[in-house]
Protein backbone atom coordinates (compact mmCIF):
# COMPACT_ATOMS: atom_id res chain seq x y z
CA UNK A 1 0.00 0.00 0.00
CA UNK A 2 1.10 3.37 -0.40
CA UNK A 3 0.91 5.78 2.05
CA UNK A 4 1.68 9.73 2.46
CA UNK A 5 4.16 11.16 4.64
CA UNK A 6 2.62 13.75 5.52
CA UNK A 7 3.81 16.26 3.27
CA UNK A 8 7.23 15.28 3.04
CA UNK A 9 6.50 12.70 -0.54
CA UNK A 10 5.40 8.83 0.48
CA UNK A 11 6.31 5.55 1.28
CA UNK A 12 5.17 2.16 1.11
CA UNK A 13 3.59 -0.19 4.14
CA UNK A 14 1.77 -3.28 4.12
CA UNK A 15 -1.39 -4.43 6.26
CA UNK A 16 -0.97 -6.70 8.84
CA UNK A 17 -4.27 -6.55 10.64
CA UNK A 18 -7.60 -4.92 9.59
CA UNK A 19 -11.00 -5.26 10.86
CA UNK A 20 -12.17 -5.29 14.94
CA UNK A 21 -8.68 -6.77 15.97
CA UNK A 22 -7.14 -3.65 14.76
CA UNK A 23 -9.63 -1.66 17.48
CA UNK A 24 -9.13 -3.65 20.12
CA UNK A 25 -4.88 -3.52 19.80
CA UNK A 26 -5.76 0.69 19.41
CA UNK A 27 -7.72 0.44 22.57
CA UNK A 28 -4.79 -1.81 24.57
CA UNK A 29 -2.09 -0.03 23.35
CA UNK A 30 -4.07 3.38 24.37
CA UNK A 31 -3.70 4.88 20.67
CA UNK A 32 -6.65 7.31 19.70
CA UNK A 33 -8.32 7.45 16.75
CA UNK A 34 -7.63 10.75 15.64
CA UNK A 35 -3.52 10.25 16.63
CA UNK A 36 -1.23 12.65 14.67
CA UNK A 37 1.11 9.72 13.69
CA UNK A 38 -1.86 7.83 11.79
CA UNK A 39 -1.29 8.34 8.13
CA UNK A 40 -3.57 8.42 5.22
CA UNK A 41 -3.71 5.56 2.28
CA UNK A 42 -2.84 6.50 -0.88
CA UNK A 43 -3.41 3.85 -3.45
CA UNK A 44 -2.53 0.28 -4.11
CA UNK A 45 1.01 0.17 -4.64
CA UNK A 46 1.62 -1.17 -8.59
CA UNK A 47 4.86 -2.95 -9.98
CA UNK A 48 6.61 0.89 -10.57
CA UNK A 49 6.34 1.53 -6.68
CA UNK A 50 7.66 -1.93 -5.41
CA UNK A 51 10.56 -1.18 -8.14
CA UNK A 52 11.74 1.99 -7.11
CA UNK A 53 11.25 0.85 -3.21
CA UNK A 54 13.76 -2.23 -4.03
CA UNK A 55 16.11 0.22 -5.77
CA UNK A 56 16.69 2.59 -2.49
CA UNK A 57 16.68 -0.50 0.01
CA UNK A 58 19.86 -1.38 -1.88
CA UNK A 59 21.57 1.76 -1.58
CA UNK A 60 21.03 1.36 2.32
CA UNK A 61 24.56 -1.16 2.98
CA UNK A 62 26.40 1.45 0.86
CA UNK A 63 25.40 4.41 2.76
CA UNK A 64 25.61 2.83 5.80
CA UNK A 65 29.42 2.56 5.64
CA UNK A 66 29.92 5.75 3.67
CA UNK A 67 28.05 7.29 6.96
CA UNK A 68 30.53 5.43 9.69
CA UNK A 69 33.32 6.51 7.64
CA UNK A 70 32.39 10.46 7.85
CA UNK A 71 32.23 9.34 11.89
CA UNK A 72 35.24 8.56 12.29
CA UNK A 73 36.79 11.60 10.41
CA UNK A 74 34.78 13.81 12.25
CA UNK A 75 35.62 11.78 15.80
CA UNK A 76 32.07 11.53 17.01
CA UNK A 77 31.88 9.08 19.95
CA UNK A 78 28.12 7.79 18.23
CA UNK A 79 27.58 4.34 16.90
CA UNK A 80 25.83 4.52 13.61
CA UNK A 81 23.69 0.78 13.81
CA UNK A 82 21.42 1.29 10.01
CA UNK A 83 20.42 3.63 7.51
CA UNK A 84 16.51 3.95 6.00
CA UNK A 85 15.62 5.16 2.55
CA UNK A 86 12.30 6.43 1.94
CA UNK A 87 10.60 4.95 -1.28
CA UNK A 88 10.71 8.05 -3.14
CA UNK A 89 13.86 8.02 -2.28
CA UNK A 90 13.45 11.86 -1.01
CA UNK A 91 14.63 11.23 2.44
CA UNK A 92 16.89 9.03 4.26
CA UNK A 93 16.84 8.08 8.26
CA UNK A 94 20.10 7.30 10.34
CA UNK A 95 19.53 5.34 13.01
CA UNK A 96 22.56 5.82 16.12
CA UNK A 97 23.08 5.02 19.26
CA UNK A 98 25.43 7.09 22.11
CA UNK A 99 26.15 7.68 25.80
CA UNK A 100 25.91 11.25 25.66
CA UNK A 101 24.21 14.14 23.89
CA UNK A 102 26.36 14.40 20.50
CA UNK A 103 27.11 17.26 18.37
CA UNK A 104 26.12 15.97 14.78
CA UNK A 105 25.31 19.23 12.69
CA UNK A 106 28.76 18.76 11.02
CA UNK A 107 27.90 15.23 10.17
CA UNK A 108 24.13 16.42 8.65
CA UNK A 109 25.90 18.99 6.20
CA UNK A 110 28.25 16.58 4.78
CA UNK A 111 25.65 13.63 4.88
CA UNK A 112 22.81 15.35 2.75
CA UNK A 113 26.01 16.77 0.10
CA UNK A 114 27.20 13.48 -0.33
CA UNK A 115 23.84 11.64 -0.64
CA UNK A 116 21.58 14.36 -1.82
CA UNK A 117 18.87 13.47 0.19
CA UNK A 118 17.22 15.06 3.42
CA UNK A 119 18.86 13.46 6.60
CA UNK A 120 17.14 12.62 9.40
CA UNK A 121 18.70 11.82 12.57
CA UNK A 122 17.51 9.38 15.32
CA UNK A 123 18.94 8.19 18.16
CA UNK A 124 17.68 4.64 19.45
CA UNK A 125 19.12 2.46 22.72
CA UNK A 126 20.87 -0.47 22.52
CA UNK A 127 17.67 -2.98 22.77
CA UNK A 128 15.89 -0.82 19.84
CA UNK A 129 18.89 -1.74 18.02
CA UNK A 130 19.36 -5.50 18.76
CA UNK A 131 15.79 -5.50 17.58
CA UNK A 132 16.68 -4.11 14.36
CA UNK A 133 19.44 -5.73 13.17
CA UNK A 134 18.07 -9.23 14.68
CA UNK A 135 19.77 -12.26 16.00
CA UNK A 136 19.50 -15.36 17.45
CA UNK A 137 19.67 -15.58 21.26
CA UNK A 138 21.53 -18.19 23.66
CA UNK A 139 17.97 -19.92 23.83
CA UNK A 140 18.53 -21.04 20.19
CA UNK A 141 15.52 -18.88 18.77
CA UNK A 142 15.55 -15.59 17.18
CA UNK A 143 15.75 -12.25 19.72
CA UNK A 144 12.20 -11.20 21.17
CA UNK A 145 13.10 -7.75 20.45
CA UNK A 146 13.01 -8.14 16.82
CA UNK A 147 9.97 -10.66 16.69
CA UNK A 148 7.18 -10.31 18.82
CA UNK A 149 8.03 -7.40 22.57
CA UNK A 150 7.79 -3.78 21.57
CA UNK A 151 7.91 -2.70 25.30
CA UNK A 152 11.01 -2.53 26.78
CA UNK A 153 10.71 -3.06 30.85
CA UNK A 154 13.90 -2.47 32.70
CA UNK A 155 15.01 -5.40 34.15
CA UNK A 156 17.96 -5.47 37.58
CA UNK A 157 20.05 -8.07 38.83
CA UNK A 158 17.68 -8.45 41.99
CA UNK A 159 15.57 -10.62 39.67
CA UNK A 160 18.42 -13.01 39.17
CA UNK A 161 19.04 -12.67 42.71
CA UNK A 162 15.36 -14.36 43.35
CA UNK A 163 15.74 -16.59 40.86
CA UNK A 164 18.87 -17.96 42.35
CA UNK A 165 21.51 -16.89 39.33
CA UNK A 166 25.01 -16.45 38.82
CA UNK A 167 25.60 -12.96 38.53
CA UNK A 168 27.97 -13.77 35.63
CA UNK A 169 27.73 -10.32 33.37
CA UNK A 170 28.50 -12.95 30.68
CA UNK A 171 25.52 -15.22 30.68
CA UNK A 172 22.83 -12.69 32.57
CA UNK A 173 23.16 -10.44 29.50
CA UNK A 174 22.42 -10.34 25.97
CA UNK A 175 23.16 -9.06 22.49
CA UNK A 176 22.29 -5.59 23.36
CA UNK A 177 25.05 -5.74 26.13
CA UNK A 178 21.87 -5.37 29.10
CA UNK A 179 20.42 -7.51 30.49
CA UNK A 180 18.21 -9.91 29.23
CA UNK A 181 14.80 -9.39 28.92
CA UNK A 182 13.25 -12.72 29.41
CA UNK A 183 14.73 -12.30 33.57
CA UNK A 184 11.23 -10.97 33.84
CA UNK A 185 9.36 -13.74 32.71
CA UNK A 186 9.21 -15.76 35.54
CA UNK A 187 9.80 -13.67 38.23
CA UNK A 188 6.59 -13.52 39.53
CA UNK A 189 6.64 -17.08 39.81
CA UNK A 190 9.83 -17.16 41.70
CA UNK A 191 8.25 -14.34 44.22
CA UNK A 192 5.09 -16.37 45.13
CA UNK A 193 6.99 -20.08 45.21
CA UNK A 194 9.35 -17.68 48.00
CA UNK A 195 6.82 -17.46 50.33
CA UNK A 196 7.09 -20.60 51.42
CA UNK A 197 10.95 -20.55 51.56
CA UNK A 198 11.89 -19.02 54.88
CA UNK A 199 15.05 -16.93 55.60
CA UNK A 200 18.29 -17.93 56.84
CA UNK A 201 19.99 -14.45 57.86
CA UNK A 202 22.19 -16.58 60.16
CA UNK A 203 23.58 -19.96 60.45
CA UNK A 204 21.83 -22.94 62.19
CA UNK A 205 23.31 -23.88 65.68
CA UNK A 206 23.88 -27.91 66.37
CA UNK A 207 25.64 -29.66 68.52
CA UNK A 208 27.55 -30.47 65.93
CA UNK A 209 28.48 -26.70 64.84
CA UNK A 210 26.94 -24.35 62.82
CA UNK A 211 25.77 -25.08 59.68
CA UNK A 212 25.51 -22.53 57.04
CA UNK A 213 23.55 -22.40 53.83
CA UNK A 214 24.90 -23.55 50.38
CA UNK A 215 21.70 -23.85 48.28
CA UNK A 216 18.36 -23.46 47.77
CA UNK A 217 15.49 -25.16 45.69
CA UNK A 218 13.03 -23.01 45.64
CA UNK A 219 10.04 -25.16 44.21
CA UNK A 220 10.94 -28.49 45.74
CA UNK A 221 10.95 -26.64 49.09
CA UNK A 222 14.48 -28.31 49.63
CA UNK A 223 17.28 -26.36 51.63
CA UNK A 224 21.35 -27.64 51.49
CA UNK A 225 23.67 -26.82 54.34
CA UNK A 226 27.34 -27.55 55.17
CA UNK A 227 29.69 -27.10 58.42
CA UNK A 228 32.00 -25.14 58.67
CA UNK A 229 35.38 -26.98 57.52
CA UNK A 230 33.45 -30.09 55.70
CA UNK A 231 32.55 -30.22 52.40
CA UNK A 232 29.44 -32.83 52.43
CA UNK A 233 25.80 -31.03 52.09
CA UNK A 234 23.13 -31.77 53.71
CA UNK A 235 19.65 -31.53 52.52
CA UNK A 236 16.99 -30.65 54.64
CA UNK A 237 13.33 -29.73 54.60
CA UNK A 238 11.63 -26.26 54.78
CA UNK A 239 9.57 -27.60 57.55
CA UNK A 240 12.73 -28.72 59.31
CA UNK A 241 14.56 -25.83 59.18
CA UNK A 242 11.81 -23.93 60.49
CA UNK A 243 11.96 -26.25 63.68
CA UNK A 244 15.57 -25.69 63.97
CA UNK A 245 15.41 -21.73 63.78
CA UNK A 246 12.66 -21.91 66.40
CA UNK A 247 14.74 -24.10 68.66
CA UNK A 248 17.90 -22.07 68.06
CA UNK A 249 15.46 -19.06 69.66
CA UNK A 250 14.53 -20.88 72.44
CA UNK A 251 18.31 -21.05 73.08
CA UNK A 252 18.70 -24.82 72.32
CA UNK A 253 20.38 -26.90 70.18
CA UNK A 254 19.86 -30.10 67.72
CA UNK A 255 22.11 -32.95 67.90
CA UNK A 256 21.83 -33.60 64.23
CA UNK A 257 20.81 -31.36 61.37
CA UNK A 258 18.73 -34.49 59.94
CA UNK A 259 16.14 -36.04 62.22
CA UNK A 260 16.62 -40.05 62.73
CA UNK A 261 14.59 -42.04 60.43
CA UNK A 262 11.98 -44.11 61.92
CA UNK A 263 10.42 -47.35 60.60
CA UNK A 264 6.71 -47.26 60.79
CA UNK A 265 5.24 -50.58 60.41
CA UNK A 266 2.63 -50.16 57.98
CA UNK A 267 -1.43 -50.62 59.17
CA UNK A 268 -2.85 -53.52 58.12
CA UNK A 269 -6.07 -52.50 55.52
CA UNK A 270 -9.56 -53.83 55.59
CA UNK A 271 -9.38 -55.97 52.62
CA UNK A 272 -6.84 -57.99 54.33
CA UNK A 273 -8.87 -58.62 57.19
CA UNK A 274 -11.82 -59.43 55.27
CA UNK A 275 -10.75 -61.24 52.83
CA UNK A 276 -7.06 -61.93 53.03
CA UNK A 277 -3.57 -61.43 51.24
CA UNK A 278 -4.21 -62.14 47.50
CA UNK A 279 -0.38 -63.55 47.58
CA UNK A 280 -1.26 -66.69 50.01
CA UNK A 281 -1.85 -69.27 48.01
CA UNK A 282 1.32 -68.44 45.76
CA UNK A 283 3.20 -68.18 48.54
CA UNK A 284 1.89 -71.95 49.77
CA UNK A 285 2.96 -73.00 46.25
CA UNK A 286 6.25 -71.47 46.74
CA UNK A 287 6.98 -73.03 50.11
CA UNK A 288 5.89 -76.49 48.75
CA UNK A 289 8.35 -76.08 45.61
CA UNK A 290 11.21 -75.11 47.73
CA UNK A 291 10.91 -78.26 49.81
CA UNK A 292 11.10 -80.30 47.05
CA UNK A 293 13.98 -78.79 45.90
CA UNK A 294 15.62 -79.39 49.06
CA UNK A 295 18.18 -82.52 48.76
CA UNK A 296 17.85 -84.92 51.50
CA UNK A 297 20.21 -85.75 53.70
CA UNK A 298 23.11 -88.03 54.01
CA UNK A 299 23.79 -89.96 56.64
CA UNK A 300 27.14 -89.95 57.57
CA UNK A 301 27.97 -94.05 58.18
CA UNK A 302 30.27 -94.43 61.18
CA UNK A 303 34.02 -95.11 59.70
CA UNK A 304 34.73 -98.91 59.90
CA UNK A 305 38.13 -99.92 60.40
CA UNK A 306 39.78 -102.02 57.45
CA UNK A 307 41.39 -104.98 59.19
CA UNK A 308 44.96 -106.54 56.36
CA UNK A 309 44.57 -110.13 55.67
CA UNK A 310 47.06 -112.37 56.23
CA UNK A 311 49.18 -113.31 53.53
CA UNK A 312 51.65 -116.19 53.44
CA UNK A 313 55.02 -115.80 51.84
CA UNK A 314 55.14 -117.96 48.65
CA UNK A 315 58.53 -117.58 46.91
CA UNK A 316 58.80 -116.82 43.43
CA UNK A 317 59.97 -120.08 41.80
CA UNK A 318 56.75 -121.68 43.08
CA UNK A 319 54.02 -122.51 40.30
CA UNK A 320 50.63 -120.72 41.16
CA UNK A 321 47.84 -123.03 42.11
CA UNK A 322 45.32 -122.67 38.99
CA UNK A 323 41.90 -122.40 40.15
CA UNK A 324 39.35 -125.65 40.01
CA UNK A 325 36.89 -125.06 37.64
CA UNK A 326 33.11 -125.18 38.81
CA UNK A 327 30.63 -127.99 38.52
CA UNK A 328 28.01 -126.48 36.25
CA UNK A 329 24.58 -127.69 36.30
CA UNK A 330 23.49 -129.32 33.33
CA UNK A 331 19.84 -128.50 31.48
CA UNK A 332 17.19 -131.06 32.03
CA UNK A 333 16.48 -133.43 29.19
CA UNK A 334 20.04 -133.00 27.89
CA UNK A 335 22.14 -136.26 27.45
CA UNK A 336 25.16 -136.49 28.74
CA UNK A 337 27.93 -138.46 26.93
CA UNK A 338 29.38 -140.99 29.09
CA UNK A 339 32.66 -143.35 28.87
CA UNK A 340 34.94 -140.50 29.22
CA UNK A 341 33.90 -138.94 25.74
CA UNK A 342 35.09 -135.36 24.88
CA UNK A 343 32.28 -133.26 24.22
CA UNK A 344 31.79 -132.36 20.57
CA UNK A 345 32.48 -128.55 19.58
CA UNK A 346 29.64 -125.83 20.14
CA UNK A 347 28.53 -124.07 17.13
CA UNK A 348 29.82 -120.72 16.24
CA UNK A 349 27.16 -118.71 17.32
CA UNK A 350 25.68 -120.76 20.63
CA UNK A 351 28.75 -120.89 21.45
CA UNK A 352 30.07 -117.00 20.88
CA UNK A 353 27.09 -116.73 23.30
CA UNK A 354 27.75 -119.04 25.68
CA UNK A 355 31.21 -117.89 25.86
CA UNK A 356 30.24 -114.41 26.90
CA UNK A 357 27.73 -115.21 29.13
CA UNK A 358 30.01 -117.79 31.08
CA UNK A 359 32.37 -114.54 31.13
CA UNK A 360 30.39 -111.54 32.93
CA UNK A 361 28.74 -114.29 34.71
CA UNK A 362 29.12 -114.34 38.65
CA UNK A 363 29.51 -117.08 40.88
CA UNK A 364 25.93 -117.35 42.33
CA UNK A 365 24.40 -120.65 40.25
CA UNK A 366 22.08 -119.55 37.31
CA UNK A 367 18.27 -120.21 37.83
CA UNK A 368 16.96 -123.60 35.53
CA UNK A 369 15.06 -122.13 32.89
CA UNK A 370 12.33 -124.14 31.29
CA UNK A 371 12.38 -127.61 29.34
CA UNK A 372 12.05 -126.68 25.59
CA UNK A 373 8.54 -127.19 24.11
CA UNK A 374 8.03 -130.55 21.97
CA UNK A 375 7.52 -130.17 18.81
CA UNK A 376 4.60 -132.59 18.10
CA UNK A 377 6.07 -133.43 14.17
CA UNK A 378 8.77 -136.05 15.87
CA UNK A 379 6.19 -137.60 18.05
CA UNK A 380 6.32 -140.63 16.04
CA UNK A 381 10.19 -140.97 15.76
CA UNK A 382 11.74 -143.76 18.11
CA UNK A 383 14.30 -143.21 20.13
CA UNK A 384 17.82 -145.00 18.52
CA UNK A 385 18.58 -148.26 20.18
CA UNK A 386 21.59 -147.96 22.46
CA UNK A 387 23.83 -150.93 20.92
CA UNK A 388 21.30 -150.48 17.37
CA UNK A 389 23.47 -149.06 14.37
CA UNK A 390 21.15 -147.00 12.79
CA UNK A 391 18.00 -145.51 12.67
CA UNK A 392 14.67 -148.05 13.44
CA UNK A 393 13.30 -149.42 9.91
CA UNK A 394 10.26 -147.64 7.95
CA UNK A 395 11.21 -144.35 9.57
CA UNK A 396 13.16 -142.21 6.95
CA UNK A 397 11.67 -138.86 8.08
CA UNK A 398 12.21 -139.26 11.72
CA UNK A 399 15.97 -139.96 10.89
CA UNK A 400 16.15 -136.87 8.94
CA UNK A 401 14.64 -135.04 11.83
CA UNK A 402 17.12 -136.15 14.44
CA UNK A 403 19.72 -136.19 12.24
CA UNK A 404 18.93 -132.00 12.35
CA UNK A 405 18.06 -132.32 15.55
CA UNK A 406 21.96 -133.10 16.64
CA UNK A 407 23.28 -130.64 14.26
CA UNK A 408 21.80 -127.82 16.57
CA UNK A 409 19.64 -126.60 13.87
CA UNK A 410 16.35 -124.19 14.05
CA UNK A 411 13.16 -125.59 13.60
CA UNK A 412 10.70 -123.41 11.08
CA UNK A 413 9.37 -121.90 14.18
CA UNK A 414 12.56 -119.94 15.35
CA UNK A 415 12.52 -122.66 18.47
CA UNK A 416 15.63 -124.97 18.77
CA UNK A 417 14.70 -129.12 18.36
CA UNK A 418 13.94 -130.64 21.42
CA UNK A 419 16.52 -132.84 21.58
CA UNK A 420 19.64 -129.98 21.81
CA UNK A 421 21.05 -128.47 24.73
CA UNK A 422 19.94 -125.34 25.79
CA UNK A 423 23.39 -123.69 25.96
CA UNK A 424 23.83 -124.93 22.37
CA UNK A 425 25.26 -128.50 22.75
CA UNK A 426 23.94 -130.82 20.12
CA UNK A 427 23.13 -134.51 21.39
CA UNK A 428 26.01 -136.99 21.10
CA UNK A 429 25.65 -139.47 18.48
CA UNK A 430 24.09 -143.06 19.04
CA UNK A 431 26.83 -145.75 20.01
CA UNK A 432 28.06 -147.97 17.45
CA UNK A 433 26.63 -145.16 14.30
Avoid at 54 to 60: P, S, V
Avoid at 206 to 219: C, N, P, R, S, V
Amino acid sequence: MVVDTGGNGWHIGHVSLKGELVRLQMRKKKVPVDHKDIRNILRVATADDIERFEAAQNLELGTMFKARSLVEELRLKMKLSDVEYQADRTRATFFYSAEDRVDFRDLIKRLADEFRVRVEMRQISLRHEAGRLGGIGSCGRELCCSTWLTEFKSVSTTAARYQNLSLNPAKLSGQCGRLKCCLNYELDTYLDALKDIPQVARPLQTAQGEAFLQKTDIFKKRMWFAYRGDNNWHMLSAERVREIQALNKAGEKPDTLILPIVEVAPAPSVQDHVEGSLDRLDDKIKGAKRAKRKKKPTTSAAPTTVQPKPTATVPKSAPSPKPEPKPRAEPTGVATPTNGEARPPKPGRSGSRRSGRSAGSSDAPRPERPTPRFDPRFRNAAPPAEGGSGPAPGNGSADGSAERTARGGRSRRGGRRGGAAEGGSPTPPPAGS
